[in-house]
T-cell receptor, first 113, second 111 residues
């Protein structure tokens, strides 16, 4: 998985609790992305980062926040989890602006009860 | 205008047959069209990609056909094998921008 790890790989939590998912890369790539994957919707971009402390919103950012304090780590936080945030979350990395290929991590399966 | 529409949602093909998955887009500014392959429990992985200056790109048994005037592109898998059983996503972007993914096609190849 191109030097990308995600943790945890599986998580069950209750509605209203905060949840943080971590993406860690060893490739020193500039761009990092968080997607969610749901049946019938494909992959939808939540937030992305184009450098340390530089982040921006994606298509489905409501209810999510991100932080990137180091090149290698990109954190996704659900401030107060809801059942609609039950999904599989994928992190992706991309070398730089000139290279389009994104490399995906193994995913985190999140269940919000 | 940012959508990428993918069909069919699922596809069943016999071993040795041809699998065809289609995608359509609206934004004429898109200039990069990749296909990703995803096996169960894994993240998507780039399979093949094309730019709009060519009408076809082939890598082994996988071919992208691109029709710029119709704003459509398709993935053809020749001599489909059971190991090709996976979910396939098309996507589109402007080279400096974010990928927009289709909704995915689940391919099952039976021996």
């Amino acid at each position: 998985d191109a030097g990308i790890t995600q943790s945890p790989r599986h998580k069950v939590t209750e509605t209203g609790t905060p949840v943080t998912l971590r993406c860690h890369q060893t490739e020193n790539h500039r761009y990092m992305y968080w997607y969610r994957q749901d049946p019938g919707h494909g992959l939808r971009l939540i937030h992305y980062s184009y450098g340390v402390k530089d982040t921006d919103k994606g298509e489905v950012s409501d209810g999510y926040s991100v932080s990137r304090s180091k090149t290698e780590d990109f954190l996704l936080t659900l401030e107060s989890a809801t059942s609609s945030q039950t999904s599989v979350y994928f992190c992706a990395i991309r070398p730089d602006r000139a290279q389009e290929t994104q490399y995906f991590g193994p995913g985190t399966r999140l269940l919000v009860l | 205008q940012q959508q990428v529409k993918q069909s069919p949602q699922s596809l069943i093909v016999q071993k040795g047959g041809i699998s065809i998955i289609n995608c359509a887009y609206e934004n004429t500014a898109f200039d990069y069209f990749p296909w990703y392959q995803q096996f169960p429990g894994k993240g998507p992985a780039l399979l093949i990609a094309i730019r709009p200056d060519v009408s076809e790109k082939k890598e082994g048994r996988f071919t992208i056909s691109f029709n710029k005037s119709a704003k459509q592109f398709s993935l053809h898998i020749m001599d489909s094998q059971p190991g090709d059983s996976a979910t396939y996503f098309c996507a589109a972007s402007m080279v400096t921008d974010k990928l927009i993914f289709g909704t995915g096609t689940r391919l099952q190849v039976f021996p």
